[in-house]
Each structure stands twice: as C-alpha cells, then as structure tokens.
C-alpha cells in the first residue's frame, strides 16, 4: 500500500522562526496528499490538502505543494507562533479507491516565545 | 453541527474487563475508523468499515472488537485479550473516495488500572 515518510524527531524553535517539516510518500497513482495537525489531548485536525500533482494547499499561513518529481509534500510557514506548538502529521489514502488513510509518525513541533 | 463524537473522554478499566468506546458521527459519512495511538508511534488503524453490517481488520485487530448495525455509529470494545490497552484511541469517518479526508472525534483516553 501507499505510504509516507516524515522527518525524525521534535522540532524546537523560536516565535518567528521558518518552519520546514518533511515529508515523502510512495504511492501507486496519484492520491490526495493530507497534512493534519493534534493540539495536547485533542483529537486531529485537517490542516490543508492537495488533491493533485503541482497543487498547493494552505491554511493559517502553512503552505504544502504536491509535488511528484520528488515524491514530496512538505510542509512550511514563514513565521511560526507560540500557538503552533502541537504535533503535526503527514497523510495519504492507504491504497488507490480506499481513504483509509496511511499517516507518518508525526512531528512535535515546540514553538519558545 | 455536523461532527463526531467519542465518549467518555477519559476511561479507566480494571485488568481482565472489556469496555466498549462509543463513536457516533452526523456527517452521513459512510466509512468510518478506529486508530490507536501511542507516543512516538503515530497512528495505528485498529478497524474499519466503509458500509452498514461490514467492517475489516486493520493493521491491530487483535484483542479489540466492532460493530456497525448503524450508519452513524462504530462502537469499538476493548476485550481482555489486548494485553496492553493503555492508549488514546481516535475514531474518524470519511465518505468512500481517495480524495477526500477524514474527519476525526476528540479521543477517548483508555487508562488499564
């Protein structure tokens, strides 16, 4: 089935800081790619997505772009906020004709004022 | 509104008792999932079903049980024979597509004591 792939390990960073946080998929086709993110003791919540090859998803200044040259979907912002700290995953439908979704193992991410 | 609800939010179950975890959804989705997750583990998915009185095993079925009798309810029970239930559990649903997310509930804490 498909899969993805997120960077190890929590990130820590300052208020207004740039925030990469990796993420590659193998799949078969060309499934809509999903970045969720969890606040402490929540369940998760659909941050943006992109449903086709070039496509960019955004939302609350994060940006994604599908791209298939390098099986990739990383996700960005310019200038982070305390607020942001949560743990953020990465996420495509599990098999083609199935959103049974696959998700990566996520990424703390830790925002110090 | 349109959502999912998990209940209770918290649960404490003595060793060798099965609980069941209620997950109801309004948003006419006709699949519907559970996850468990761990810490550094991600998500795991426990089962899933994409129509009434049909559901499948997912990557952890073992010692956990389903029901789908109706569309807007997947119960999950915890039977004794998970040997390590401690976990926060997440229940999702989705309408049946590969480009379309899944919506998820706020947990349920499952606390083995």
């Known amino acids: 089935g498909n899969s993805v792939t997120q960077m190890e390990g929590p990130v820590t960073l300052s208020e207004e800081a740039f925030l990469t946080i990796n993420c590659t998929y193998t799949a078969t086709g060309y499934p809509s790619l999903f970045w969720y993110v969890q606040y402490p003791g929540e369940g998760l919540q659909l941050l943006l997505k992109?449903?086709?090859?070039?496509d960019k998803g955004s939302n609350k200044g994060f940006e994604a772009t599908y791209r298939k040259e390098t099986t990739s979907f990383h996700l960005e912002k310019g200038s982070v906020q305390v607020s942001d700290s949560a743990v953020y995953f990465c996420a495509l439908p599990h098999l083609y004709g199935n959103n049974r979704l696959a998700f990566g193992k996520g990424n703390q991410v830790v925002v110090i004022p | 509104d349109g959502g999912i609800t998990q209940s209770p939010k918290y649960l404490f179950r003595k060793e060798g008792q099965n609980v069941t975890l209620s997950c109801e959804q309004n948003l006419n989705h006709d699949a519907m999932y559970w996850y468990r997750q761990d810490p550094g583990q991600g998500l795991r998915l426990i089962y899933y079903s994409q129509i009434v009185n049909d559901f499948q095993k997912g990557d952890i079925a073992e010692g956990y049980s389903v029901s789908r009798e109706k569309k807007e309810s997947f119960p999950l029970t915890v039977t004794s024979a998970q040997k390590n239930p401690t976990a926060f559990y997440l229940c999702?649903?989705?309408?049946?597509?590969?480009?379309?997310?899944?919506?998820f509930g706020q947990g349920t804490r499952l606390t083995v004591v």
């Open positions: 999702a649903s989705s309408i049946v597509s590969n480009r379309d997310e899944a919506f």
């Open positions: 992109a449903t086709k090859a070039d």
